[in-house]
């Protein structure tokens, strides 16, 4: 099975900090992505990347930076967390190829800025 | 991008069938997905459908896809407690298998 992990659960951050969300998959997947959710908006994309040290912005990716120096690992960065950053943040991978290839999500973190 | 949009509250009693619609914008998608995302969960795919079809039954799912109208909708057969959740649609906009998600149908099944 496949599996996407995130480092945490919940975080609680202060405004100004910087923060860091992990994500790991251990399916050898190309491509991964950053989402988050909030409530009556559904998922919005933040980042997505393709390959190692790649990247392409989503819709809604100020106030965000990413990396991936790795093929597993696509991490998640707030430079200056804002009471506005507040959510939950979920990581996804999929496979390239074939379309119908679904996303797989990791479990969440739930991120609250204060 | 392009706007996938749901209602975003649905009641049914259990052993009821519950209907869950989408409209999408982007003509071109190729796959048209369903995801369920349980409290406290990531998303999971409960199923898919390729664009030149108009129907898709799997067990106690069936999905109907109306291209002409950009419809898309998630039929639940006797559906359960265990079938609350927000469902999720999705359409598979190309390149990178980049995915534009609905706002999400919460399920809310009365016992």
């Known amino acids: 099975d496949v599996k996407v992990t995130q480092s945490s659960r919940y975080l609680v951050k202060r405004t100004g900090e910087k923060v860091f969300l992990e994500c790991v998959q251990d399916m050898d997947h190309e491509n991964m992505f950053w989402y988050r959710q909030d409530p009556g908006l559904g998922l919005r994309l933040i980042y997505f990347?393709?390959?190692?040290?790649?990247?392409e912005k989503g819709d809604i990716p100020e106030g965000y930076s990413v990396s991936r120096e790795k093929k597993e690992r696509f991490s998640l960065i707030l430079e200056s967390a804002s009471t506005n950053q507040t959510s939950m943040y979920l990581c996804?991978?999929?496979?390239?190829?074939?379309?119908?290839?679904?996303?797989?999500f990791g479990p969440g973190t739930r991120l609250l800025v204060l | 991008g392009e706007d996938v949009e749901q209602s975003l509250f649905l009641s049914v009693r259990e052993g009821d069938s519950s209907v869950i619609n989408c409209t999408y914008t982007?003509?071109?998608?190729?796959?048209l997905y369903w995801y369920k995302q349980e409290p406290g969960a990531g998303l999971q795919l409960l199923t898919y459908i390729f664009s030149n079809m108009d129907m898709k039954q799997d067990q106690r799912l069936t999905v109907l896809l109306n291209k002409k109208d950009k419809h898309l909708s998630l039929r639940i057969a006797d559906t359960q407690t265990g079938d609350s959740a927000i469902y999720f649609c999705?359409?598979?906009?190309?390149?990178?298998?980049?995915?534009?998600f609905g706002t999400g149908t919460k399920l809310q099944v009365i016992p």
């Open positions: 999705a359409e598979n906009q190309g390149g990178y298998q980049k995915v534009t």
């Open positions: 990347s393709y390959d190692v040290k790649m990247k």
């Open positions: 996804a991978s999929s496979p390239t190829g074939q379309s119908q290839e679904t996303q797989y």
């Open positions: 982007d003509s071109s998608s190729t796959y």
